[in-house]
């Protein structure tokens, strides 16, 4: 079955600059790459999501790239603030399950 | 619109005591999940629902089952609780499998003891 990895699983940056999360998945067949922000306490949301036939998408400071042939993803964050702090899942979908990564737990310092 | 959500937020058991996750979307949405969190494993999946009458196992199903009630309810039965049960579910759904965004509900903090 599928298995994502995903790095760092701690991530610490000063407002203001970037954070990069890298993750690898096994199965070629997966074909949807979804990135969810979860906040202390609160369920998982989805922030941005990429599709098989897609390499690289962008909303505002939020950006994924996708390299099928490497069979990795990674999310970008720029100009981080410190609301962007919380723990980051990758997942990758194929048919009817998500699997997820393990998370990342970013921490933006003021 | 509510979303997806999920009841109680909190519950604790004793070992060998049984009890029912129940769980709501009002998105239309023809599939549901379980999953668990625990601390460094990210969430992994229980049980899934492609659409009304049927489930499926997930990655790790033991000492659990589900019932999809109808279109709406997904719920999750633990029949004889476990200190190894102890962690937080959740619940989502989706469009139409794992092609779509899946939304998420809050959260049930379970505690077996």
């Known amino acids: 079955g599928e298995n994502v990895e995903q790095h760092p699983s701690t991530l610490s940056v000063q407002e203001g600059d970037s954070a990069v999360i890298k993750c690898t998945y096994s199965?070629?067949?997966?074909?949807?790459f979804p990135w969810y922000k979860q906040e202390l306490g609160k369920g998982p949301q989805l922030i941005i999501d990429?599709?098989?036939?897609?390499g690289e998408k962008k909303d505002q400071r939020i950006a994924v790239t996708l390299n099928k042939t490497a069979k990795h993803f990674s999310l970008h964050i720029t100009e981080t603030q410190p609301e962007d702090s919380a723990v980051y899942f990758c997942?990758?979908?194929?048919?009817?399950?998500?699997?997820f990564g393990p998370g990342t737990r970013l921490s933006v310092l003021p | 619109n509510a979303g997806v959500t999920q009841t109680p937020k909190f519950q604790v058991l004793k070992t060998g005591q049984s009890m029912t996750l129940q769980c709501a979307q009002d998105?239309?949405?023809?599939?549901m999940y379980w999953y668990r969190q625990d601390p460094g494993m990210g969430l992994r999946l229980i049980y899934y629902?492609?659409?009304?009458?049927?489930?499926d196992k997930g990655e790790v199903p033991n000492g659990y089952n589900v019932s999809r009630l109808n279109k709406r309810e997904f719920s999750l039965r633990l029949e004889s609780a476990a200190p190894s049960q102890t962690s937080v579910y959740f619940c989502?759904?989706?469009?139409?499998?794992?092609?779509?965004?899946?939304?998420f509900g809050q959260g049930t903090r379970l505690t077996v003891v």
């Open positions: 998105m239309n949405h023809n599939s």
């Open positions: 989502a759904s989706s469009l139409q499998g794992a092609g779509t965004e899946a939304f």
């Open positions: 199965d070629s067949a997966s074909n949807y």
């Open positions: 997942a990758a979908g194929s048919g009817q399950n998500f699997v």
């Open positions: 990429i599709r098989s036939n897609v």
């Open positions: 629902s492609a659409s009304e009458g049927t489930t």
